[in-house]
């Protein structure tokens, strides 16, 4: 009878559609196309969605055959999910073999074993060839495997933890089969559509920096290796002809290498011969090089999106140097985003709060300074997460931290440069900003504030915060209550959710403008000013749960690609994209009327994507002016907001 193996994954977003089970697919790809135990096996994943209940997943892992081996990729959100079914697992099967894998259990054993009895087995580093081994030794001796002699994991030696020699990394990737080309993950659902939310994949793994909070792939301090172009290509292939929107790549520094040229090249290929992908989405290389202006280069010239990120992380000198990061180059930031500005090409940068030798005032002066250049800005609590510099350091940067309520991850409420007090107001600081600026509920007003109103971006953010901690309409009231004291990656778009869904609370921002922000201004700027939040609001992407909720003044258009929604005509006092753009060019002259009538259009799927900023992204709604004939003057098209 063949043995029974189960590979278990699961997102950390809760979204409508599925997230590719990449990690497992792997290993499945691996044992299926090895020659010696793939007749002996029976493989199957099970992909889990982040709001995935235990009882519902443990129906779906254990109603029918039993697993004789049951592999997990864990991460801080899983882990404890996993190791509960882990337990479910061992009273059906005591003589089943659980095995735990990834970033987040990788070198921890001691600490898994101690939380979770039921765990066998923790592979250390890249796991397909080390789980194959396991399979191997399994389909050998049967009941009692001994694990002893393969590398690359820890295992039970009776009270005490048995960890075998370290695993050696692939230097040829290829060896490991194409979970999409060799059929391990399924890609398309019972109407023959891409199953997927996006495309995950690799085009090479490793990352040769040592940043202090990270443990990229753990891999990080490596020399990078790279899958065969051909490969790629066949994969890139496979998504086209499936119709993939968005390709996202887990590469570490994408546009540091010449293959990610080719890669670029091969893209391009592929979008020309099937319309698709549309959009590809990175960790881009921290330091851009000529390499990283060709290829933003290519992908503009032929239409495909994509979010071009400034990893800063922080732009204040002493935290650099505690991060590993003060030799960087990634901080001559300005011409590039000048450059990115200047091809109308879209940027976002990323920072993180409560690393050791930032303040409150170098952290908020470091943002607005960011912000002037760069509206759309990802902010990130900072995390102590196993295997970083920062981890094995914690004493000297005095770190208190508290580990999340439906996660793993240990959230830094202190250090030696900041104080619990202030770690918890930067905490709420966060999570507006994130909902404002990262998630881009307003995009369009940042620089007119800044510029004409002389309102800073984090001013904008405390005076919105304030004011809904003030308020006393019962949804406000509702909505501040729910708000987490960690501004972990869900508080945020649990919060765009309740907005998006209440009128009420939108009022409440327009009534915020309308009090606050607006008297700000010049008093020959006022009439533009109302005009100003219209196109605001009517920017944002539509937000419906179904046909029958559409918003008040859209409607869903049918067209011969996929249907799009469209927006009744705007008629305003202003051109409110000339004044954006005068403003962008440093012209601060106050507007003059000139009647201009929009309609606005915002691709389909934005609530099933609501949960990825990056993605979120491509939702937005565009300005199209009408002419006198009622006819749009031109297709929208992506604007840049810098």
């Known amino acids: 009878m063949k043995k029974r193996i189960v590979l278990v994954q699961q997102a950390s977003w809760d979204n409508s559609m599925e997230s590719i089970p990449l990690a497992i697919g792997y290993m499945k790809a691996v044992l299926e196309n090895d020659a010696d135990i793939a007749d002996e096996i029976d493989v199957t994943l099970q992909n889990f969605q982040g709001g995935a209940r235990l009882a519902d997943m443990a129906r779906a892992i254990f109603s029918e055959n039993l697993p004789d081996v049951i592999g997990f990729s864990v991460l801080g959100w899983n882990i404890y999910q996993f190791g509960a079914l882990a337990e479910t697992f061992k009273q059906l099967n005591p003589d089943g073999l659980v095995v735990f894998g990834g970033n987040h259990v ?19 580093g890249e796991g397909e060839i080390t789980f194959r081994n396991i399979v191997a030794e399994v389909l050998r001796s049967g009941r009692a495997p001994d694990l002893s002699s393969i ?27 194409s979970p999409f080309l060799s059929g391990a993950i399924p890609m398309v659902n019972a109407k023959g559509e891409f199953r997927y939310d996006v495309a995950l994949m690799e085009t090479n793994r490793g990352c040769p920096y040592r940043c202090a909070f990270c443990y990229w792939g753990g891999a990080v301090g490596q020399k990078v290796r790279a899958f065969s172009r051909e490969r790629l290509r066949e994969e890139l292939d496979m998504f086209g002809f499936y119709q993939v929107p968005t390709v996202c790549l887990c590469d570490a520094n994408f546009g540091m290498l010449e293959s990610d040229e080719t890669f670029v090249e091969d893209l391009i290929d592929t979008f020309r011969r099937y319309g698709y992908p549309r959009g590809v989405e990175t960790s881009w290389a921290k330091n851009k090089s000529a390499r990283f202006h060709r290829i933003v280069t290519m992908l503009k010239e032929h239409g495909l999106k994509s979010s071009f990120t400034l990893s800063l992380q922080t732009l204040a000198d002493d935290a650099l140097t505690e991060m590993q990061r003060r030799n960087m180059k990634v901080n001559q930031w300005e011409p590039l985003v000048n450059w990115l500005s200047d091809e109308g090409l879209d940027c976002y940068a990323e920072l993180i709060w409560g690393a050791p030798g930032e303040t409150v005032s170098s952290f ?19 995390m102590i997460l ?36 202030e770690h918890l107001r930067m905490q709420r600081f966060m999570l507006w900003a994130r909902i404002l600026s990262e998630h881009q509920f307003f995009r369009h007003v940042w620089r007119p504030l800044r510029m004409i109103a002389g309102m800073t971006q984090s001013g904008v953010i405390e005076s919105v915060r304030s004011w809904f901690d003030a308020s006393s309409t019962p949804a406000a009231a509702q909505l501040v ?8 990656f869900h508080a945020a778009t649990r919060a ?5 869904a209440s009128a009420e609370l939108r009022a409440s921002f327009g009534e915020w403008w309308t009090t606050i922000a607006a008297p700000r201004f010049p008093v020959q700027w006022r009439d533009f000013v109302d005009d100003l939040y219209r196109f605001e609001e009517w920017s944002r992407p539509v937000y419906a749960p179904s046909v029958s909720t559409i918003p008040s003044g859209w409607s869903l258009v049918e067209n011969a690609d996929k249907p799009s929604y469209r927006s009744i005509e705007i008629a305003l006092s202003y051109d409110i994209e ?40 491509y939702y937005v709604a565009e300005p199209v002016k009408v002419r006198h004939d009622r006819s749009p003057i031109a297709e929208p098209e992506r604007h840049a907001v810098i």
């Not at 765009?496 to 998006?500: A, S």
């Not at 954006?580 to 003059?592: C, K, M």
């Open 151 to 177: 590398p690359g994991l820890s295992v039970r030696n009776g009270s005490k933890i048995l960890t075998t020699r370290e695993q050696e990394r692939l230097t040829d990737l290829d060896v490991v089969p």
């Open 578 to 617: 000339v004044v954006l753009d005068n403003l962008a060019s440093g012209d601060p002259t106050p507007p003059r009327p000139c009647p201009t009538t929009y309609i606005f259009q915002a691709p389909t799927g934005f609530i099933d994507n609501i949960e990825n900023h990056e993605i979120a992204a």
């Open 386 to 421: 196993p295997n970083t510099t920062y981890s094995q350091e914690r004493e000297r940067h005095g770190f208190v931290t508290v580990r999340g309520d439906a996660d793993d991850f240990e959230y830094v409420l202190a250090n030696k440069s900041a104080s619990l007090t």
């Open 364 to 382: 908020l002066s470091g943002y607005d300074r960011l912000a002037e250049k760069v509206s759309r800005i990802a902010i990130y609590p900072l």
């Open 496 to 500: 765009l959710r309740d907005i998006y």
């Open 106 to 124: 990788a070198n921890q054993a001691e600490r898994v074993f101690t939380l979770h009895s039921y765990v066998d087995v923790v592979v250390n």
């Open 481 to 488: 209550d729910g708000l987490p004291a960690i501004a972990d």
